[in-house]
């Protein structure tokens, strides 16, 4: 069909309950994405929306206005970062010219098809969404028709950024310091951030936001675009001449496609919000609840966790490990999970990071009987048992790696530099995936094991098999395979993504996993902001978080108990020290959040979060609400010392506007009297106050200042009388 000859653009939408995204497509090229927001009517004019849109054509330009599609062309003349790079067998840039061929609803979904005859491609384009979700999944392919192609880029489907937007938000971190949330300026030129590390890194969580200029946390629009498939992901935001601003995702490798062959992008996702940051935030979690991770026993609360990988490390004395199982029990733990340390092979175990990996066999120096008497004993104490593994690496000093030198990636005629003395398998070798199939099932099957960590301690690099061929897309699919694997051989064992702490997140490996290591860091201080950035793509019952030491392991920062339980217990709580260093009042203490973790979770766990705006710098806020609005609890960390002789009162979220709720401060015998002069504090007093959920939003209510590194926790519930 030649819609040049209609001159109107072929138009279609796709819809979910609150949003509405149209694509458009002129004289039969491919659409653009001409309006992404809130819900139209269902009479809207698309063509006319579509023509609205049209830009003029400036002087000493081409002489039409170039598109930004969803998948802009240089055989088009577009001149920013083109959707798509290819070349022919011979090296040829592929100068593609797409014309549609059909643009349709499917489903749930609005499908793109468009074909290059003369370069021998077809481009299909997907906007999927579900009738519960807010969020459109979007997946670009490319076919080779006819003759071999090498695709350098293909991006999913590009969508426009608001050009009013004055910034967008991105994230780039360390060891210890993910999810660092940062604003860059929208100007001229493309942003580019990449990951070829196998994992996503500590560096860059791969997603934009971009708030639309006077968006906050509670008020205005703003978009957000994850790409699910880190490790070997590049985004792009771009600002173009023309003054056009799109936003791609897609993987940092080459691929060579034969004909008839398929490349995929891999899937992005796409959310809108009119109702601030946190509209983002909760289109995005009902979709990682709904969609993304798959729990084996949804109805099961998220189980405190006690880890003993800050408590012993390597040193496994299974008396000691007993006696902290039998204090994490009596403080409230449910599961105990045996970190690093527990295997080997005959004559070597795993005594430091320098050997072993591989090796994946009970040590028998450290458990002469096996795991059972300890998963027994904690079984007794009514814990369930969870295991460390870190099953793609391998120990060059290990009977696996001398047994099969030929597993490792290792490119011929190349030096491999080591990172904490490992390397990795090749996970594409079916060799090695039956291996490490073969020991994990074996483990899971022998033992009681209702829940591993699957660590990842090092980036890939000379990513490339025997054969010289990259290696990281099919690396990252094979990892993927080998837990769908072990997950359909075991479907009631739950999975934790780890990479050196939170290096390996995104929707992708969250399909597969049931909860993330956000940081190596137990530091409270560190983790407080942590989870507050990580929050917004991330849902608290997945982002696991512990009380680490009294003096933290990772920044050597002291901290008190009250604060670090505080910041756990808004997570997926659990204890990660020598329980026999707590004194009795720390002890005490951790008890009684733990408990009160336990009384809240359920309601926490589905209910919705609210980042607030604590008007003051040196405060972190934010709150769950439960899904019927009935109870809340509200978490303000004070980070440092308040500048301002007092702190303003903070202006809660999300709460039914005519209900009226009881308020009080859950911690109050937390109050310091040195912090502040004593006067009389409605909200300190054992009935607090009750107001109307409105004055709660617009007024809020004022918390005792508090000294650096407290939070209080703002408990509410809904009454009725005053
Ligand atoms: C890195 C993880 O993030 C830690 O929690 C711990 O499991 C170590 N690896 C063990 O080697």
Redesign the pocket.
């Known amino acids: 069909m030649n819609f040049l000859s209609t001159g109107m653009p072929v138009c279609a939408r796709l819809d979910t309950t609150r949003r509405t995204l149209v694509l458009a497509s002129f004289a039969d090229r491919l659409p653009c994405v001409v309006y992404c927001g809130s819900r139209l009517g269902d009479d809207e004019d698309l063509a006319a929306l579509s023509r609205a849109a049209v830009r003029p054509i400036a002087n000493s330009t081409l002489d039409r206005a170039v598109e930004l599609s969803i998948c802009p062309e240089e055989g088009r003349g577009f001149q920013g970062h083109p959707g798509l790079r290819a070349f022919d067998a011979a090296g040829r840039p592929l100068m593609t010219q797409f014309r549609l061929s059909s643009l349709e609803r499917q489903g749930d979904a609005l499908v793109v098809e468009a074909v290059d005859a003369q370069c021998g491609l077809t481009y299909r384009a997907r906007f999927a969404t579900h009738p519960d979700t807010e969020v459109i999944e979007v997946e670009a392919d490319l076919t080779a028709d006819r003759e071999a192609v090498r695709v350098d880029w293909l991006s999913t489907p590009v969508v426009p950024a608001p050009a009013s937007a004055t910034d967008f938000i991105e994230f780039a971190g360390r060891w210890t310091q993910e999810f660092g949330l940062r604003r860059v300026p929208f100007t001229r030129g493309a942003h580019l951030r990449e990951s070829r590390r196998g994992r996503m890194g500590h560096d860059h969580f791969p997603a934009f936001v971009v708030p639309d200029a006077g968006c906050t946390d509670t008020l205005g629009e703003a978009i957000a675009l994850h790409f699910g498939f880190s490790g070997v992901h590049r985004m792009v935001a771009e600002e173009t001449a023309e003054g056009l601003r799109q936003l791609q995702a897609g993987v940092a490798e080459p691929a060579m496609l034969e004909p008839g062959e398929t490349l995929s992008s891999e899937c992005g996702f796409l959310a809108f919000s009119d109702e601030g940051l946190n509209g983002l935030m909760h289109a995005l979690h009902d979709h990682v609840r709904r969609h993304v991770v798959r729990f084996p026993d949804p109805a099961r609360p998220r189980p405190v966790h006690y880890n003993c990988?800050e408590a012993v490390y390597f040193d496994h004395d299974l008396d000691t490990l007993k006696e902290l199982a039998d204090r994490a029990a009596a403080i409230g733990a449910e599961r105990f999970v045996l970190?690093?340390g527990w295997f080997g092979s005959a004559g070597q175990g795993r005594d430091d990071?320098t050997t072993s990996l591989g090796d994946w066999y009970v040590d028998p120096r450290k458990y002469p009987d096996g795991l059972g008497p300890l998963i027994d004993h904690v079984e007794t104490l009514g814990m369930r048992f969870g295991l460390?593994v870190e099953p793609e690496m391998v120990s060059p000093d290990s009977a696996l790696a001398r047994a099969h030198p030929d597993w490792i990636i290792q490119p011929e005629g190349r030096v491999q530099l080591p990172r904490r003395s490992q390397q990795v398998l090749d996970l594409t070798n079916a060799d090695v995936a039956d291996y490490l199939f073969e020991r994990l099932d074996a483990l899971l099957s022998q033992y009681s094991i209702d829940y591993l960590?699957w660590?990842m301690?090092r980036d890939l690099t000379l990513a490339v098999d025997r054969e010289g061929n990259g290696l990281l897309r099919r690396q990252g699919k094979a990892v993927h395979a080998l837990i769908d694997r072990v997950r359909a051989a075991h479907p009631g064992v739950e999975i934790e993504s780890?990479a050196?702490?939170g290096a390996r997140i995104d929707y992708e490996i969250l399909k597969r996993t049931h909860r993330v290591?956000l940081s190596?860091s137990n530091d409270a201080h560190e983790r407080a902001r942590m989870q507050h950035e990580a929050m917004l793509f991330l849902p608290p019952e997945i982002v696991g978080s512990h009380v680490g030491p009294r003096r933290c392991h990772t920044s050597g920062r002291v901290l008190a108990m009250p604060f670090r339980a505080g910041v756990a217990m808004a997570a997926h709580m659990g204890f990660e020290m020598d329980l026999r260093e707590l004194e009795p009042d720390e002890e005490a203490t951790l008890k009684r959040y733990t408990r009160f973790y336990k009384e809240n979770r359920t309601w926490m766990h589905a209910g919705r979060q609210h980042r607030l705006e604590p008007a003051c710098a040196e405060r972190l806020a934010h709150m769950s609400v439960a899904a019927d609005r009935a109870h809340f609890l509200a978490f303000v960390a004070t980070l440092a010392t308040i500048r301002d002789e007092s702190a303003p009162p903070i202006r809660l979220s999300g709460l039914d506007p005519d209900a009226h709720y009881r308020v009080t401060l859950w911690n109050r015998d937390e109050i310091n009297a040195s912090s502040h002069r004593r006067f009389a504090m409605p909200i300190a007093d054992p009935d607090g106050l009750v107001l109307s959920g409105r004055a709660l939003m617009k007024s809020g209510v004022t918390l005792p200042m508090g000294f650096p590194d407290t939070m209080w926790i703002v408990q509410g519930t809904r009454t009725e009388g005053r």
């Open positions: 990988w970190d690093d990071d460390w960590k660590d301690n780890c050196s702490g290591w190596d």
